[in-house]
């Protein structure tokens, strides 16, 4: 499956943005879907992720609250809308798939999960 994220780009602290992440090809196939960011300089971490069915949710401690992920299976799209922006979330943000599979549950954090990755979305939030 191919992705393709959008929707970033300049907010103040306290706005908000909302990502989308287009997938394409194989998508009929069942898939699990994440966001990751990497600051400059920093490594990627996991935003948030959500499974086939948009059943299971998990998000970075850090983030609950303030995030919500989403998506739409008739729109082969996924969504994380960002509130209440802090400076420190300015980061290229990353969607990425994996197809779905045993242990997704202990997994979902992990980079190395995720075997599609889309181009990523830059996000800057001014103070």
């Known amino acids: 499956v191919q992705l393709q994220a959008s929707g970033g780009g300049l907010a103040q602290a306290g706005g908000s943005l909302r990502l989308s992440c287009a997938a394409s090809?194989?998508?009929?196939?069942?898939?699990?879907m994440a966001w990751f960011r990497q600051a400059p300089g920093k490594e990627r971490e996991f935003v948030a992720a959500?499974?086939?069915?948009?059943?299971?949710?998990y998000f970075a401690d850090s983030l609950k609250g303030r995030f919500t992920i989403s998506r739409d299976n008739a729109k082969n799209t996924m969504y994380l809308q960002m509130n209440n922006l802090k400076p420190e979330d300015t980061a290229v943000y990353y969607c990425?798939?994996?197809?779905?599979?045993?242990?997704?549950?202990?997994?979902?954090?992990?980079?190395?999960?995720?075997?599609?990755w889309g181009q990523g979305t830059q996000v800057t939030v001014s103070s």
């Open positions: 990425a798939a994996t197809y779905i599979g045993p242990d997704y549950g202990g997994t979902y954090y992990r980079p190395s999960t995720y075997n599609n």
């Open positions: 090809g194989r998508t009929s196939s069942s898939y699990n």
């Open positions: 959500i499974s086939w069915g948009g059943g299971r949710t």
